[in-house]
């Protein structure tokens, strides 16, 4: 165990950045793109049921990103301790954190238990009239993911776990596991095959939870059975409840980064359904297909924030910053292709849900407009990463709250009162560039302030490309 300590801090302390930031950021683009994948296709095949089975799917999204939120916030704050506890080389610490993780997710999934059990029905009954197709489909979807989150809780918080080690393998294994199971019970239980009852919508939630489970199993199979950098204690373990406040320190903001999204996506689907429930599915078309753009992205900040909170923990200034640049560059290659395929191949993009006449007038400007914010994303994403990446959460809080919530929300609902729902999707590139503001603002001063005296507290051999 000591030797491959030994052999993980040579490769975050000297491998060179480019090649370790790749080695490390693969594994995650994969898995991500893969779950991006199977959410589409979720989508795709629910499409075939009708336009309000993907109205009903649309409107539970929300909840679903927020699950997902809290899960990958609270495993950011444990994978950037993790990292900078090995980074200064203090085991004990790093080792508490990881064994704390179990207890977070457990406690994250009671959130949603409490509701998928009690409050589906207030939830949906904004979007539609109680009676309806779209309202029961989406109160069956929703109290099925609410109550079968324990899983993927558990599982993303031990991704993040093996993350902040360097192993970026076996997380994708999971994912990937997941996926599969996702896609192959997709048509059988949404339209009834082999002998079993058409569930339509809830056949949709069923697939995305059973995979979910699998994903879980594969994740506990390598914690228990593998040799890992970090110890994770399931019993006889008592909660360090200064380590919980290091955690989330990082995390907490960066759970109310990523519920930003989904609160921001409530509100606007409530500026929308008051003139299209159309314009409702269209929005929920662009997350679940730009996820294909920024699940590659945020793959890549998976691989550098455990390099950055590394080096950051070993004061090495030149191997911190050079990851930033390294993976700012791939993030904007990534966007710019993400940009090419919105504006070339928007009615493309929207046929394959099946979109009707209407759709396709709300989607394909919508797409065009909204993909113009991709390219100046990659520089918060990627900042973003920085502060976390260096224990200042908070920096990347205020960037996704001035963007979403500041920015987006009151230019839609201003907009679309002045042009109607076209004009309301300039929003999101308007609001992007009060984010670019913001961002290099911050990382100035954090760079002059402190970045920028970072000096080594021990040497280590450096080769050429760090």
């Known amino acids: 165990m000591e030797e491959k300590r030994e052999l993980h801090e040579n490769k975050m302390g000297t491998m060179p950045v480019r090649k370790l930031l790749l080695s490390m950021a693969w594994p995650a683009i994969l898995s991500m793109t893969i779950n991006a994948l199977y959410n589409v296709v979720d989508s795709i095949f629910v499409s075939r049921v009708s336009e309000d089975a993907l109205t009903a799917v649309s409107i539970v999204n929300p909840v679903q990103m927020m699950i997902i939120a809290l899960a990958v916030g609270s495993g950011v704050g444990i994978n950037s301790l ?5 980074g200064a080389k203090n085991q004990e610490e790093a080792d508490k954190a990881a064994s704390t993780s179990i207890r977070i997710g457990l406690f994250n999934y009671l959130v949603f238990l409490i509701i998928g059990v009690f409050l589906t029905k207030a939830f949906v009954s904004g979007y539609a009239d109680e009676g309806s197709y779209i309202y029961e489909s989406a109160c069956q979807y929703l109290a099925i993911v609410c109550i079968g989150s324990l899983f993927t809780n558990i599982e993303i918080v031990l991704e993040k776990v093996l993350q902040s080690t360097g192993n970026m393998v076996a997380p994708m294994i999971c994912s990937l596991t997941g996926a599969i199971v996702n896609v192959i019970l997709d048509p059988i239980l949404i339209f009834g095959y082999f002998g079993l009852p058409r569930m339509e919508v809830a056949g949709a939630a069923l697939a995305t939870v059973t995979g979910q489970f699998f994903s879980m199993i594969v994740a506990i199979i390598i914690i228990v059975r593998g040799e890992h950098l970090v110890n994770i204690r399931f019993r006889g373990f008592k909660i360090d409840w200064k380590v919980v406040k290091d955690i989330y320190k990082v995390g907490f903001p960066s759970i109310v980064m990523q519920s930003i999204a989904s609160v921001m996506v409530i509100f606007y689907n409530m500026i929308l359904v008051a003139y299209s429930t159309t314009a409702v599915a269209v929005l929920g078309i662009y997350f679940k297909v730009q996820s294909f753009v920024f699940m590659p992205v945020f793959g890549l900040n998976q691989g550098a924030m455990p390099i950055m909170g ?24 990534v966007m710019a292709l993400g940009t090419l395929l919105f504006q070339l191949c928007p009615e493309l993009i929207l046929k394959m849900f099946d979109a009707s006449s209407d759709m396709l007038a709300i989607g394909v400007p919508a797409l065009r407009l909204i993909s113009i914010c991709f390219i100046p994303a990659a520089f918060g994403i990627i ?8 224990g200042h959460g908070m920096l990347s809080l205020y960037g996704s709250l001035i963007r979403q919530l500041l920015g987006i929300l009151p230019l839609a609902y201003i907009l679309i009162r002045i042009g109607g729902v076209t004009l309301s999707w300039l929003a999101f590139p308007l609001a992007e560039i009060l984010g670019i503001l913001y961002s290099a603002i911050c990382l100035r001063l954090l760079y002059k302030r402190e970045l920028s005296k970072l000096c080594l507290l021990y040497t280590s051999p450096s080769p050429r490309d760090s």
Request: charge should be positive; glycine fraction near 8%; charged fraction near 25%.
């Open 383 to 390: 900042t973003g990463t920085l502060f976390q990446g260096t």
């Open 310 to 333: 590394y080096n950051y923990g070993a004061r090495n200034k030149e191997r911190l910053m050079k990851t930033y640049k390294e993976a700012f560059k791939v993030a904007v290659i």
């Open 82 to 86: 993790i990292a900078r506890r090995l």
